[in-house]
């Protein structure tokens, strides 16, 4: 079910909202994740353990791909990997021109249960997650810009 018009000159120049949506939703979430794996690096919480010689070291926020992928390919090859099934299983390819059956952001995985086991709104919480997802992203812009030029974020230490 494609929402745009047959023949429509500019149905694949801007995609559709649900394209758009899911983008924000994703890229909000994967803000949030870093914006929690920076905090962790800087208070030097490393996941503790040895398997034959693989593991994680402290380091920085800004270096810990590349101590990752020095100290432990294979679980970085994991994460990838994870990562790779996750994005090709839900790729919204329809979601371009309106098409699609699920609701953007949806991967149908809730290990804490939905809205209604827990008592709440559904519609609250999708709107605090895309409130919470927008300020992780510019708070990750500010580490990033802060990191590239020392002084250019006020209040944030020039180590971050």
């Not at 030097?44 to 693989?54: K, S, T």
Request: net charge negative.
């Amino acid at each position: 079910s494609v929402s745009k018009v047959v023949g429509d000159p500019h149905s694949t120049v801007m995609p559709d909202v649900k394209w758009l949506r899911e983008a924000e939703i994703k890229h909000g979430r994967a803000a949030m994740l870093a914006f929690v794996g920076t905090c962790a690096a800087e208070l030097n919480v490393v996941f503790p353990g040895d398997l034959g010689g693989l593991h994680y070291e402290k380091c920085h926020w800004y270096d810990g791909l590349a101590s990752g992928l020095a100290t432990n390919p294979l679980g970085m090859a994991q994460l990838f990997l994870a990562i790779g099934i996750v994005e090709g299983t839900f790729f919204p390819a329809e979601f371009w021109v309106g098409g699609g059956d699920r609701t953007p952001g949806d991967l149908g995985f809730l290990p804490f249960g939905d809205a209604a086991k827990n008592g709440r709104d559904p519609e609250t919480l999708a709107i605090s997650e895309l409130k919470n997802g927008r300020l992780a992203m510019i708070a990750m812009a500010g580490f990033f810009s802060q990191h590239q030029l020392p002084g250019s974020v006020p209040f944030l230490p020039p180590s971050i």
